[in-house]
């Protein structure tokens, strides 16, 4: 299968300034390879640096070593080296991407939250909003809440939310960070039955979950990542903010 993520001799470590420039080993040398209708699940304890990896991935974090190599319309480019500005494009239309959290600009309805970024590529407002509705009525947003701001949401609104806006447009790729934590069982379906779909069109998913249910009907393929040496001095809690 040919790749269209792959990231190679990855190393990340984070440095605690304020208690005494402690270095926290995150990630060394790791390597990661998916392919097109892949859908690649991490796995590991708590402070592995799963989330970590999944913001170097996407250009939120600097790696201090390595190369992350995505096929983007056509030609292959180096996240890790991109400027400001391929990173943007990529994002606009080959990386989606779901955090764990919404973040929320005030005074933005939830339809216009999601259909950002078809309006981004070009879509003309009236297709965009269509299309924005559409995920929402998918994800069980109440018609009433279309026009409100999100700040007010509950969390699993939120979140629904936010993943209606990572699929609103087919990319390649897709990194989900714990996209059903606040979600109940029904919901939960919901999302997974997206994920699959969006994998049947080709898209590569990376993703965290925490539910095993969750991961085992969505994942393809586990990747383990394992803590590196602890530092000498006690830092699970150091490591819990660093991360």
Same mark, same amino acid.
């Given at each position: 299968?040919?790749?269209?993520?792959?990231?190679?001799?990855?190393?990340? =470590?984070?440095?605690?300034?304020?208690?005494?420039?402690? &270095?926290?080993?995150?990630?060394?040398? +790791?390597?990661?390879?998916? =392919?097109?209708?892949?859908?690649?699940?991490?796995?590991?304890p708590s402070g592995a640096g799963?989330?970590?990896?999944?913001?170097?991935?996407?250009?939120?974090?600097?790696?201090?070593?390595?190369?992350?190599?995505? #096929?983007?319309?056509?030609?292959?480019?180096?996240?890790?080296?991109?400027?400001?500005?391929?990173?943007?494009?990529? #994002?606009?239309?080959?990386? =989606?991407?779901?955090?764990?959290?919404?973040?929320?600009?005030?005074?933005?309805?939830?339809?216009?939250?999601?259909?950002?970024?078809?309006?981004?590529? =070009?879509? #003309?407002?009236?297709?965009? #909003?269509?299309?924005?509705?559409?995920?929402? @009525?998918c994800l069980n947003i109440p018609?009433?809440?279309?026009?409100?701001?999100?700040?007010?949401?509950?969390?699993?609104?939120?979140?629904?939310?936010?993943?209606?806006?990572? +699929?609103?447009?087919?990319?390649?790729?897709?990194?989900?960070?714990?996209?059903?934590?606040?979600?109940?069982?029904?919901?939960?379906?919901?999302?997974?039955?997206?994920?699959?779909e969006a994998r049947s069109r080709?898209? @590569?998913?990376?993703?965290? +979950?925490?539910?095993?249910?969750?991961?085992?009907?969505?994942?393809?393929?586990?990747?383990?990542?394992?803590?590196? @040496?602890?530092?000498?001095?006690?830092? &699970?809690?150091?490591?819990?903010? @660093?991360?």
């Amino acid at each position: 299968m040919e790749w269209i993520l792959r990231a190679q001799g990855l190393t990340k =470590g984070f440095t605690l300034h304020t208690q005494g420039a402690v &270095e926290i080993p995150v990630l060394h040398q +790791f390597d990661l390879e998916v =392919g097109p209708g892949e859908s690649i699940a991490l796995v590991g304890p708590s402070g592995a640096g799963k989330s970590t990896l999944l913001r170097i991935l996407y250009g939120n974090y600097v790696c201090g070593q390595g190369r992350i190599l995505v #096929r983007h319309q056509g030609q292959i480019v180096d996240m890790a080296r991109a400027t400001p500005h391929e990173i943007i494009d990529i #994002r606009r239309w080959t990386m =989606g991407y779901v955090s764990q959290f919404l973040r929320i600009i005030p005074r933005v309805s939830a339809v216009d939250v999601v259909a950002e970024p078809l309006r981004e590529r =070009g879509a #003309r407002p009236e297709d965009a #909003r269509r299309v924005a509705e559409e995920m929402l @009525a998918c994800l069980n947003i109440p018609r009433r809440l279309w026009r409100l701001s999100p700040t007010t949401f509950s969390g699993g609104e939120q979140q629904r939310i936010n993943i209606a806006r990572g +699929f609103v447009a087919p990319y390649p790729i897709m990194i989900l960070d714990e996209p059903t934590a606040s979600l109940d069982d029904v919901n939960k379906a919901v999302v997974r039955r997206i994920i699959t779909e969006a994998r049947s069109r080709g898209s @590569a998913i990376i993703s965290i +979950f925490h539910d095993e249910k969750d991961r085992r009907q969505v994942a393809t393929r586990n990747i383990a990542i394992e803590p590196l @040496a602890k530092c000498d001095a006690p830092d &699970e809690s150091r490591l819990a903010h @660093a991360l």
